[in-house]
């Protein structure tokens, strides 16, 4: 697959990092109280150790770099892939393009464009436009099956901020996830799957940062409303029986 500049994300400059933005947690939409994903400075502290040692590595060996640029992030851009597209083996698709896309870009990158990135958002963003294009390529393929189902569906009284940070994509999860809009699962998704910060939603999504914010809030009011539908009895889904000439008792 041909790889063009416009699929991939542009750097921006400052510091080799991969933690939230300086400007401290943004308000999501969510409840007070809500765990604020990567705001810890303990975290924050961890990611941009990750970030610094991935773009040395990447500085050093482009092929030694990148091995340990998959190993730092494989598991967070699968958690998000498996978020975005509710399906196992298409998110295991999904993050293998992105990162043999991430590879095919990194090829073409000099010292200085290495030294700006911020490998987690950078992924991210490739992951992020190889799921879009799959949507909108999805036309010209057979419909996909069920969503699977998973060992632990998500608890009602759970919020849906924690429902959409926990490792399983429960069938349920999945489902409604995959009922917003294509920005907003996306924002979902990266604000409380990933940890982005709202500052780096809104690079990843190439939008402003009051579109990414009303994005995740949006987003989260729309699950809050989905998980309130009263849902059917065994009456509206047990198929009627048929008696022996074919009508129904």
Known sequence: MTVTDEELPRTRPGPAADGPADDGPADDGGPQGATDAGAAPADQAAAEEA???VVAALSRDLDAGFEAMYEAYRGAVFSTALRLCGRWAEA???????????????????????????????????????????????????PPGPLEDAPDPPDPGEGVED?????????????????????????????????????????????????????VSRGLSRLRALRGRPRPGPQDTEPQHLDQRGGTP
């Open 163 to 215: 429902a959409a940070a926990r490792h399983e994509t429960g069938r349920e999860l999945a489902a409604l996830l995959s009922e917003l809009p294509r920005a907003q699962r996306a924002a979902v998704v990266l604000r409380h799957v990933a940890g982005l910060p709202v500052a780096e939603i809104a690079v990843v999504l190439g939008v402003p940062e009051g579109t990414a914010k009303s994005h």
């Open 51 to 53: 970030a610094a040692r």
């Open 92 to 142: 295991e698709d999904l993050s293998a393009e992105a990162f043999l896309r991430a590879y095919r870009a990194l090829c073409g990158y000099g010292p200085a464009r290495i030294e700006e990135l911020r490998p987690r958002a950078w992924l991210l963003t490739i992951l992020t436009n190889v799921w879009r294009n799959t949507v909108r390529s999805a036309v010209r393929r057979p």
